[in-house]
């Protein structure tokens, strides 16, 4: 990516953001966890075979990556980033993917502060039950 953001590179960190908290935009879905230290934010980029064909693959990833170095600015210290793109990355106009990306990672920092949907969860008592 760039310098002033890492690359994530093994599964597990993967994994873990996946567990986090997420937000989803037409071109892509944003997943994040908190590493609870003070390193820069690393990015991780997840393109599968339903995206299409290689050639189409490589041009979501270039574009991603772009975004990535431009708006990762945003990003907060001590957060990994997954970017799970979706197919509408191939044609969606780029001015529009850098502002998905910001809205996404606005968005990311205050589901992580609620918890992982986005939704704060409703308090639950014994008397929750299906009364038949």
Partial sequence: ?????????KRADFIAAQRGARAHAGAFVLQSRDRGDDAGPRFGLTITKKVGTAVERNRVRRRLRAIVRQEGAAA???FDYVVVARRDAINAPFAELAREFSRTLSRVHAADR????????P????DDRDER
Avoid: F, I, Q
Wanted: hydrophobic fraction near 25%; charge should be positive; charged fraction near 35%.
């Fill in 1 to 9: 990516m760039s310098t002033a953001t890492d690359r994530l590179r």
């Fill in 114 to 121: 609620r918890g992982r949907s986005g939704r704060a969860a």
């Fill in 76 to 78: 907060r210290p001590g």
């Fill in 123 to 126: 308090a639950r008592t014994g």
